[in-house]
Structures are given as structure tokens and as C-alpha cells.
Antibody, heavy 118, light 108 residues
Framework: EVQLLESGGGLVQPGGSLRLSCVAS????????MTWVRQAPGKGLERVSG????????YYADSVQGRFTISRDNSKNMLSLQMSSLRAEDTAVYYC???????????WGQGTLVTVSS | EIVLTQSPGTLCLSPGERATLSCRAS???????LGWYQQKPGQAPRLLIY???SRATGIPDRFSGSGSGTDFTLTISRLEPEDFAVYYC?????????FGGGTKVEIK
């Protein structure tokens, strides 16, 4: 069974930083593109960032380009999202998702809430 | 960037009725990369349909997907109480991945 467990969310002030992590199990992690998707309160879904299995390619939404950095450690089955210069509009539940460009988003973590507020 | 427009925004139906949800793409897309997701309150989204018409593992056969080009449809043949939720279409054939705005299926 695929499991994705996010951590690292919380309350942060505008301009601050936060690092999200996702531990994966139940599949061959290194073989799959992984994606972070977020959902602002009461809103729809937005793909934030993605990374291929070999880390050869990364993708970012225009809204986070230059502020967020996605990475992965295939030896630890871990996906990370380093977020800096956080803004109020980054407030959302962040989901770790298996899949990405070319493959459906077939497994989702339970999400971790990031709140950017003073 | 592919823009996906879902309609209607809200669908009010009774259990047992048929639901038809629409997803329109801003340009022709490959049906191989069109997916549908279900999200219930307080839960993560769940993949229902991939490749426009293939059901994901464990998805009941009352859910079906169809379409090509710019017009895609998710049909729920007979609504069960657990099917009242928000549904999103998504294109994953190229970056940026995009989602439609969602259709809420609520109990009439």
C-alpha cells in the first residue's frame, strides 16, 4: 500500500521560511515523479512543484518560482519542499503526491497546513 | 498553459440520479493525460479516472469518463450517498499541470 506522510507545516510570519517533508513507502520511490499540490482554504487545487525520479528535472509554478525549492533523497524515500519569503497567499494545505507530468496523481498524502500570518 | 473549465459549478441531485460533469480544455489535449479526482470535505483528493476513461484501482464502475480533444465528461451513473463531493479534472500531459476549478455535487 502506498503511503505518503507529510510533516513540517505550521504558522510562520510573512517573509519567513519553512521546510516540508514527505516520507514515502509502498512503492519504488526513485522511479516516480513526485509533486507538491496545495489548496488554499475554500479554494481549488494548484500544482506547486514537481521533481522527476532521478531529480534530473524540477518544475515550479510561476507563483513560487525563485522562492520554493523542491528536492528528494531517494536513499531515504523522502521528498522535501523548502519554502522561503513566504506570503499570506501561500497559506494552504500542502499535499505530497505520487505522479506528475506524464503520469496521473495516483496517491496523495493527508496534507500539512501552512499558515502565513503575523 | 492548458486552462480547464469545469461546469456546472454546482450540481444538485438526489441519490440514485445520474450526474454528468463537464471539463473543457482551452486547446485540444491528448486524452491519454486527462484525469478526474474526487475530494470530500477534510480529505485529500482521490484519483478516479486517468487517461480520460480508465478507472483507477478500486473505483466503482458507476464512475465513467469519456471525451476527446477539448471536451471531457465524468458520469456517475447512479449517485450513492458517498459520492456527494467536489470533482476536479486535471491535465498532466505537460507542465504546468493544471486543474479545473471543480464541480460540487451536492444533495438536492
Amino acid at each position: 500500500e502506498v503511503q505518503l506522510l507529510e510533516s513540517g507545516g505550521g504558522l510562520v510570519q510573512p517573509g519567513g521560511s519553512l521546510r516540508l517533508s514527505c516520507v514515502a513507502s509502498g512503492f519504488t520511490f526513485k522511479s516516480h515523479t513526485m509533486t507538491w499540490v496545495r489548496q488554499a482554504p475554500g479554494k481549488g487545487l494548484e500544482r506547486v512543484s514537481g521533481i522527476t525520479g532521478s531529480s534530473g528535472s524540477t518544475y515550479y509554478a510561476d507563483s513560487v518560482q525563485g522562492r520554493f525549492t523542491i528536492s528528494r533523497d531517494n536513499s531515504k524515500n523522502m521528498l522535501s519542499l523548502q519554502m522561503s519569503s513566504l506570503r499570506a497567499e501561500d497559506t494552504a494545505v500542502y499535499y505530497c503526491v505520487k505522479g506528475g507530468t506524464g503520469t496521473p496523481l495516483d496517491s496523495w498524502g493527508q496534507g500539512t497546513l501552512v499558515t502565513v500570518s503575523s | 498553459e492548458i486552462v480547464l473549465t469545469q461546469s456546472p459549478g454546482t450540481l444538485c441531485l438526489s441519490p440514485g440520479e445520474r450526474a454528468t460533469l463537464s471539463c473543457r480544455a482551452s486547446q485540444s489535449v491528448s486524452s491519454s493525460y486527462l484525469g478526474w479526482y474526487q475530494q470530500k470535505p477534510g480529505q485529500a483528493p482521490r484519483l478516479l479516472i486517468y487517461g480520460a476513461s480508465s478507472r483507477a484501482t478500486g473505483i466503482p464502475d458507476r464512475f465513467s469518463g469519456s471525451g476527446s480533444g477539448t471536451d471531457f465528461t465524468l458520469t456517475i451513473s447512479r449517485l450513492e450517498p458517498e459520492d456527494f463531493a467536489v470533482y476536479y479534472c486535471q491535465y498532466y500531459g505537460s507542465s504546468p499541470l493544471t486543474f479545473g476549478g471543480g464541480t460540487k455535487v451536492e444533495i438536492k
